[in-house]
């Protein structure tokens, strides 16, 4: 179940990343690193899978924004490359500057 925020449409990707401590059972260890939607992360730590609930350490880390990496409209910014190959083209512009 996906949060749905029209308001913040920035809300819909917050996300925790659960944060492993050095002893931790397996199931902490299988998710360190892994960045969920707050709506599909675990609600409550000690995970239910923990061997060891008395002790556990670990601890959430919050995100406003689940993604990683860089986003595609970052891409649109950049500069095309020229065209490197030889002109093809058979006809000039319409443009009466194109002719001098």
């Known amino acids: 179940m996906a949060v749905t925020n029209s308001a ?3 809300l ?3 996300g925790v ?3 492993a401590a050095g002893d931790a059972c397996p199931a902490a260890r299988a998710l360190h690193g892994v960045r969920l ?3 599909d992360a675990p609600r409550r730590l ?4 923990c061997d060891r609930p008395v ?3 670990c601890i959430y880390r919050h995100f ?3 993604r990683t990496g860089p986003r595609r409209e970052n891409e649109h910014a950049k500069i095309p490359l020229a065209h490197l190959g030889p002109e093809r083209r058979k006809w000039r512009g319409r443009r009466d500057s ?3």
Do not use: G, M, S
């Open 8 to 10: 913040n449409p920035r």
């Open 46 to 49: 000690p995970l239910d899978d």
């Open 55 to 57: 002790a556990c350490r």
């Open 12 to 14: 819909r990707f917050r």
């Open 64 to 66: 406003d924004d689940r």
């Open 37 to 39: 939607l707050t709506a």
């Open 98 to 100: 194109d002719y001098d």
């Open 17 to 19: 990343e659960i944060v």
